[in-house]
């Protein structure tokens, strides 16, 4: 009872502060002789990170309004406070389940791709995972800002552990993630400045007061020019493709899916929590703007990765693509758009998660991810994963009743609505160009008949040797997770996401 | 109009920094020139802070007997100091992130002028 | 790097002004709400003053001062005493870093005194344990007189 208690109070606050001091105590509790016990405590954790983010969605339901959390009991504006609202459970939610079921996939990986390194590598895992929280879950800007960083100088590191390329690619990240994070910090300067509030809730009550400034303008272009960079849209996403190509297969996998979620996260929360949408679309067409470069990188993304040779930089241009739909979600500004990117952030998480395990396990099992080497002899040797990865492909291209298709729904009523025909043509041709590049990859999978008589496809390549059971069950929880969100997303839509749009003044 | 431009020549270098740092980034080869145009980038922003937080005839935010507390105009405003202390922090951080990556480069490639870096890892084939 | 023969001066100024410059930064830390200083500033001399006696004597001298792989333990004492002093107030019914409910038995606005002071203190703790491990691990490896 005391312990249900002391969750309720606590609960925004917990799952920052438990991942922060793991983040330490990692070293410590598998340090020297004791490294094998670094993957379990790291899986302990992030399922207890997991049950917090769960036990946080039913407080809020039930709850709902917003959870105000003050640090130290200082009331804000004076205090830094923590909100969990409807959006910040949902997306801690993803971020922590997709965590979980990366990491359980992560042992026998990590220790064949980085034989030495698991302690300091599951520790950066824990920082990292404490700043995404944190960013979900603050209502502070500047308090934003610090788990930014914190966040993103985890994320070099993990990108940086492959020791191969991927050094080069971290280090582009560095700089221009740190770019990023100080335009955003800019714009937080410019709006205290007039402002002098930090707190987003404050600054909501004191934006009609300084509507007509013209320091409220620059500080809403720097901020979201920072978080456009971080989240990848598109004439900013050149340091995407390096850095999930080259990472080893667990970093991929678990910045693919959040990395970019929580950059598309807090611009929702800029343009739509603070500004306001009459700022967004009369004083400084941001909303216009994303919606543009939103719709240009689908066209972009999708067709670039359709030239790619190798299996993990062709998801890597997908990403870019996949944002480029959370983009067109933000900047269309009305409720169905809204949704729409919201319900694509879980499903992007859960399908790019899929297809980067599939990659991890090809890679582990046959040694490459090249799509030019790719055979039917993988069908018959990795059955399992290659039916994730159909799942996962099906969802991509939007067949329903995978998730995919819902959240394309959603976005397609949503131009509908704003009568934007363009944009509904490039989301139904995008559609087609996914089908293209992942189609390519079936075909050489499955669609040769077996003994077509070449010598590779001897028989005994054809034996099976899967991936085993611990790398196997997260890639198929996911896969199937996909179907199980696809047919509840009514579930999902009613019960959680159609509260975020009274929140968003629309 | 010319007082107001003199007045603010505060945000005027926070400018020519930021260009410094851009031009840094953007234009020099190496890798550790580019790193310290991203510091000279960092520091532009905490100079933008500091400046916006004086007042005329502010004193430092430090309780002052003679004068009390009673009337904060008579000192300048602390929170943007205490928000670059963290800035500072960060930017320490990153710094120490950044030149760890530098010299892991260096150990590999052997070089740290980009345009001779971008050659050797067209030939890295032992990387994927 | 100098070689240490070739200039005692240097190497015996070092070792002489850091005890002083780490007085100094413990000053700074335990005043930091008197007058400007607090947990970063007097963090950082902290770690200047055992960066000196490595850059001027040498780093076998360091070793003697401040081992190289305390560095990064210190840096993890600091964060954990500041989280600690957070989690002791969140278990003892108030909110993270709440310092009124911590106990200790002053009445509540000291209570709050001593809950800061901590803080600055693990903080002190965690900036001198960080830049002085920044510093071993981009030196170590480097072919110099004594490092080897």
């Given at each position: ?29 598998a ?6 016990l ?17 036990f ?42 997709v ?34 929280n ?51 910090l ?9 402002a ?59 910045i ?44 972009y ?14 998801l ?8 480029g ?6 900047g ?38 090249m ?64 089908a ?15 003994n ?19 790398m ?35 | ?80 100091h ?24 260096y ?22 | ?7 005692p ?26 007058s ?67 106990p ?45």
């Open positions: 009872m005391m312990l249900i208690n002391f969750l309720t109070k606590n609960s925004p606050v917990l799952i920052p502060i438990l991942y922060l001091s793991m983040g330490l105590l990692i070293p410590v509790i340090g020297g002789r004791r490294h094998r670094a993957w379990p405590t790291i899986a302990l954790v992030i399922l207890i990170g997991l049950s917090i983010s769960i946080n969605i039913f407080a809020v339901i039930d709850a709902g309004k917003p959870i105000h959390y003050y640090m130290g009991e200082w009331v804000p504006p004076i205090g830094i406070e923590y909100v969990l609202d409807h959006l910040s459970a949902f997306v801690m939610f993803v971020l922590n389940v965590a979980f079921l990366v990491i359980i996939h992560a042992k026998d990986i990590v220790r064949h791709e980085m034989p030495g390194k698991e302690v300091p590598y599951y520790g950066l895992i824990s920082l990292m995972l404490a700043g995404f944190g960013i979900v879950v603050t209502g502070d800007m500047f308090n934003l800002y610090v788990f930014l960083e914190i966040c993103s100088l985890a994320v070099y590191g993990l990108i940086a552990a492959g020791e191969k390329k991927s050094l080069v690619a971290s280090f582009r990240y560095l700089v221009m993630g740190t770019l990023g994070a100080c335009f955003y800019l714009g937080v300067g410019f709006l205290y400045l007039t002098g509030s930090l707190n987003m809730a404050d600054m909501k009550a004191i934006m009609p007061y300084i509507y007509n400034h013209p320091t409220t303008i620059i500080a809403l272009a720097f901020m979201a020019l920072g978080m456009a960079l971080k989240m990848a849209l598109f004439p900013l996403h050149g340091w995407l493709p390096d850095s999930y190509t080259h990472a080893p297969s667990t970093s991929s996998a678990i693919a899916p959040t990395g970019t979620k929580v950059g598309s996260y807090v611009l929702i929360r800029i343009l739509f929590f603070i500004f306001g949408i009459k700022f967004i679309s009369e004083m400084l067409p941001v909303a216009h703007i994303i919606a543009w470069m939103g719709a240009i990188a689908i066209i993304g999708s067709v670039v990765a359709i030239a790619q040779k190798e299996l993990k930089r062709m890597a241009y997908s990403s870019v693509a996949q944002v739909y959370i983009g067109l979600g933000i269309l500004a009305n409720p169905l758009g809204l949704i729409g990117a919201v319900l694509h952030i879980l499903n992007h998480a859960f399908m790019k998660a899929c297809l980067f395990l599939v990659a991890g396990n090809l890679r582990f099992k046959i040694g490459h991810s799509i030019s080497k790719f055979n039917h002899s993988i069908r018959k040797r990795m059955p399992w994963t290659m039916a994730a990865f159909t799942i996962a492909a099906l969802s991509m291209v939007g067949l329903p009743p995978m998730a995919g298709f819902f959240s394309k729904w959603y976005l397609v009523m949503g131009t509908i609505k704003n009568s934007n025909w363009i944009f509904l043509a490039v989301v139904l041709i995008s559609s087609l160009l996914n293209v590049y992942f189609f390519r990859v079936l075909e050489k999978v499955y669609m040769k008949p077996l077509s008589g070449s010598p590779e496809e001897s028989d005994e390549n054809t034996k099976p040797t899967e991936v085993g059971l611990q196997l069950v997260p890639t198929l929880v996911l896969a199937v997770g996909l179907i199980v969100i696809g047919l509840l997303n009514a579930l999902i839509v009613k019960g959680i996401l159609a509260y975020i749009v009274p929140l968003a003044g629309m | 109009m010319l007082n107001y431009t003199l007045g603010h020549y505060g945000y005027w270098f926070t400018l020519v920094l930021m260009m410094l740092g851009l031009y840094g980034m953007l234009l020099k080869n190496n890798l550790v020139k580019k790193l310290i145009g991203m510091t000279i980038f960092q520091v532009s922003i905490i100079l933008f802070y500091v400046c916006s937080a004086v007042k005329w005839g502010g004193k430092v935010p430090v309780l002052d007997p003679v004068i009390g507390a009673a009337d904060p105009s008579k000192y300048i405003n602390p929170i943007q205490t928000l670059m202390l963290t800035a500072i922090v960060v930017g320490v951080a990153t710094t120490g992130v950044a030149f760890a990556l530098v010299i892991s480069i150990k590999r490639y052997k070089t740290l002028d980009e345009v001779v870096l971008l050659e050797r890892m067209k030939n890295d084939n032992d990387a994927d | 790097m100098i070689k240490r023969d070739e200039n001066i240097l190497a015996l100024g070092g070792r002489v002004i850091s005890p002083f410059i780490m007085l100094f930064a413990l000053y700074v830390i335990f005043h930091g709400h008197y400007p200083g607090g947990g970063f500033q007097g963090g950082t001399m902290l770690a200047a003053a055992v960066l000196l006696v490595r850059l001027s004597a040498g780093s076998d001298m360091g070793e003697l001062q401040f081992k190289k792989s305390w560095g990064t333990y210190l840096g993890a004492v600091g964060v954990l005493i500041y989280f600690g002093t957070g989690l002791v107030a969140m278990l003892w019914g108030g909110n993270y870093l709440n310092y009124e409910y911590l200790l038995s002053f009445p509540a606005n000291e209570n709050r005194a001593w809950g800061i002071l901590s803080i600055e203190i693990g903080v002190g703790l965690a900036v001198m344990g960080i830049l002085a491990a920044i510093y071993d691990d981009l030196v170590e490896g480097e072919p110099n007189a004594w490092n080897a």
